[in-house]
């Protein structure tokens, strides 16, 4: 079956490629107008902001061609943006006249006192007995990340709710048009079932009402795995003790990038990170290997995948200039769904804080303005700093620790540090957290350098920290050394997801043991 895809130029649409290729679908990319009109069947994925999309199809003259194809009621699966493009206009910006309209209602930002954006692993509550839903049982989980969801004026569009907060409309089906706010090619082999429903279904229209309950938001188990070059030149997957990678001299090396995320992946890890942990020093496009692991990866992997280090603005030794908008588009078409600056992040946190101005121009503002704000992750490397009392470091969120300092010391600050820990800076980790989130990240990746490789369990005083003081979804990072520290961070602190490297990396606790174990503290996972 030949399957049409819709790309406006916005994000990842590798792994859908990927994705739908896997499932036996050959790929058309959309081109001109008129490739949408002789579409089979027609795939249009979304992310960012509405406007930007609406006014890209404008420039394209695809806005015409599209209702002409759904108005014939021809096959169509939105996702994510590209559902959302189907109403009537957004909250994000009101385009009421520009907007396809093919269903009436709007697109609203979640009104809710949980993080926003949406991110992570929910349930599905099914409204319509569709053949593209074949197949998905009750308990399956689908990966979501998005700050808008639609408002459908007619509810008997509604193909499922998922609630966060609130229910809402979480997919849309009016005859062979239907739509997901979820992403399929992100959602394992729930949402590579969809994808073949979809591409095989002779008939998609859906046989009639039903109401089947489904599961709430999961707490996300991330395997982190840190890339960079070993003395030979290979690129390995290494991990540092409080970040220093050497043994005996020698680059830990733990396995290839590639097969290990697609290990991690068969285990259930619901998403996957590397951090190029050199891109501090090197360019990472000049790290063409970097960009293979991501490519290769997607190509099997189907869960998120992060990107970090080196994202920021470079000039090559040939005088060329690369703003961190070009080096993260190369990253996400190389097939990651979001990458994740480091000491960039803290050098614009601490101009905007100083200026107290936003200039449009940094790296965080710029790519989350094109690819939304769930596409960029803030990686926060602190070290405790101990003090006598909060008078001794007046300019930071300073704590009262239950631990003491080596001095005896009852309060500490986590200070922010740059270049993998290297260069320590005036910023403590709570008001890095909080100035990257109001110039537009998405998500605050916290590590700890006290913690790394240690396994003595999360620093939970970090992360409650950060926390309680932004509304921006918090992977908690560093020092995970057993499956209780899983359970101990979600039940202690609000973290959305935990993240561990070493204790995968040496099979001392597989990823599957870890979701076993927070299933039966009560803890909701994707299984
Ligand atoms: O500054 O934008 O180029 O990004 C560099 C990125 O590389 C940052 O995200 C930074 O955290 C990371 N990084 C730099 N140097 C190191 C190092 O280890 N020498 N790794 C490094 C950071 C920490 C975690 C680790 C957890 C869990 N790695 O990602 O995976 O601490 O480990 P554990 O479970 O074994 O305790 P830029």
Redesign the pocket.
Known sequence: MKITVLDYGAGNVRSLINAVEKMGGTIKMVETPRDILDAEKLIFPGVGNYASMIKILHERNFVEPLREYLNADRPFLGICVGMQALFEGSEEEIIAKESIGFFKGRVERFKTGLSVPHIGWNGINIKQDSPLLAGVAPDTKFYFVHSYHIVPEDPSVILATTTYDYPYASAVQQGNVMGTQFHPEKSGRAGMQLLENFITARDLRAKGPVDIPGRGLSKRVIA?L?VRSNDNGDLVVT??DQ???REEGSVRNLGKPVSLAGKYYEQGADEI?F???T??RDFPLEDMPMLQVLEETSKNVFVPLTI?????EFTDSNGKHYTALDVAARYFRSGADKI??????VYVAEAYIESGEKTGKSAIEQISLVYGAQAVVI?I?PRRVWVDSPEAAPKHHVIKSPERGPNGEAYCWYQCT????REARDIDAVALAKACEALGAGEI?L??ID?????SGFDLDLVNAVRNNVTIPVIA????GCEAHFSEVFQKTGAEAA?????FHREEVPVQSVKKHLADQGIEVRQ
């Open positions: 982190c840190d991990k540092g970040y220093d990678v990170t951090l190029n942990i891109g501090f970090g280090g080196g994202i920021r994740s600056i480091g000491s960039d992040a990686s490397d740059v270049r993998g820990g990746l590590n700890c913690k790394d490789g240690t396994n990072s560093s020092g995970a993240l561990a490297a070493g204790i």
